[in-house]
Each structure stands twice: as C-alpha cells, then as structure tokens.
C-alpha cells in the first residue's frame, strides 16, 4: 500500500498554542500535500511542498519535508479553535495521476 | 478556486436496492475525476479513476459491477452503488483537477453519507 502514516492520531491543545503533525510515507514522489477535512465534509486543498523543496510557508501553516527520511511535518502556529478539523497529508507518485492520503491527524482546538 | 459540487450529502437506502450519486465541475473541464471512501475517523481510500468517454479504472480489490462509474462528459461523473448492503455504508467522496488551474492539487467534492438499512 502506497497510504502514508500520519501521527498522532487524535491531538487537542489549547488555543493559541501550536500544533504540529507529522507524515511518513513508503515510496517516491514528486511532491506531497496537506488536506484540511471537517467532519463529514469534503477536504480543502492547504499547501503542496515539492520533492526538491525542503520548507514552505503559508500563512500560520508550515510545512517541512524529509526525503531521505521520507517524512514530512505540518505545523500550525497560534491555533484557533476554527482550526479544529482532520488533517491529512497526501503524496502524488512520480508520473502519478492520483493521490494516496495519510491516515490523518484529528485535531481539536480548545478554546 | 475550482468548485466541484456533489449531491447527494446523505443517502438513506433499504439493502438490494441501488444509488447514484453524482460529482459535478462547475467551473471547469474534468477528464479525470477520483472517487474515494471513507469510514468512520479513518483515511480516504481510493476506489477508481473515472476517465471522460472511456471505462474507469478501479483498484484493487473494488468491485466494478458494484460500484458502476460513468463518466459521460468533462464535467459530471457518477458512481452508482447497486445492490447496496449495509457493509456498503460509508463517506463516499469525489475529486477532480483543475487543468487550467494548478493541476497537481486536488478539489473535493462535500462528500455523500450513505446508510444502508
């Protein structure tokens, strides 16, 4: 199986703090995405990082990839408890057409 | 951005009969679109690519006389679950690419819950 694994499972802080995901996966690819996924909703498009780039930022997000290590991270600073919702990375094989998803991380967000 | 516009969001249905469920591109042109499932607090799981006026590729281990997709044209897909049975139950989610747009990411769908009684 091409699916990722994400960690942790399930994380809940309080707002203001920062939270931070990560993401392994098993084979190459040409870039890896995160998903933002609201319960019983479809997920919405965050970031794509590249297999060449090491480190993207976009607004509160940050997001890191490993390839050697093939892992990435997600890191959200200054949480809010909006940002309450299922995170999912996502990697594209080369010469892919589709993606494989991560198994998720839950976060909740306290106010 | 992209929008692709699923219907329906919820599906209550007896066991043996069927359901369709559709997955639009409203603002663009979609060859290709992904139909995905999910269970509960579980990851998405990818069941075929739908390919515009031909057949539709289905992965491994997903039944394609089960799962009917019919891709008739570049803007809707649909994925008929027939002879449903309650194991059938689940989030069903579809996805398309903008090929005007950035093509490497994903646009989703609002996701169909089905029940099967």
């Known amino acids: 199986s091409q699916q990722g694994e994400e960690d942790p499972q399930a994380l809940s802080i309080q707002e203001g703090e920062n939270a931070t995901m990560n993401c392994s996966y098993k084979?190459?690819?040409?870039?890896l995405q995160w998903y933002r996924q609201n319960s019983g909703r479809g997920l919405v498009h965050l970031i794509l990082?590249?297999?060449?780039?090491r480190e993207k930022h976009s607004g509160r997000l940050r997001v890191t990839l490993d390839t050697s290590k093939k892992s990435s991270s997600l890191l959200i600073t200054a949480s809010r408890a909006a940002d309450t919702a299922s995170y999912f990375c996502?990697?594209?094989?080369?010469?892919?057409?589709?993606?494989?998803f991560g198994t998720g991380t839950r976060l909740t967000v306290i106010p | 951005g992209a929008v692709v516009s699923q219907h329906p969001s919820w599906v209550i249905c007896k066991s043996g009969t069927s359901v369709k469920i559709e997955c639009r591109s409203l603002?663009?042109?979609?060859?290709?679109m992904f139909w995905y499932r999910q269970f509960p607090k579980q990851s998405l799981m990818l069941m075929a690519t739908?390919?515009?006026?031909?057949?539709?590729?289905?992965e491994q281990g997903v039944e394609k006389d089960k799962f009917l997709i019919n891709h008739a044209s570049l803007t809707l897909s649909t994925l008929t679950v027939t002879s449903a049975h309650p194991e059938d139950s689940s989030f069903y989610i579809c996805s398309a690419r903008d090929p005007t747009g950035d093509n490497e990411k994903l646009f989703f769908g609002s996701g169909t819950q089905l029940s099967v009684l």
């Open positions: 603002d663009f042109q979609a060859t290709t």
């Open positions: 996502a990697t594209a094989g080369t010469g892919a057409n589709n993606l494989f």
């Open positions: 739908s390919n515009e006026g031909s057949k539709a590729t289905y």
């Open positions: 990082i590249r297999s060449n780039e």
């Open positions: 084979t190459s690819i040409n870039n």
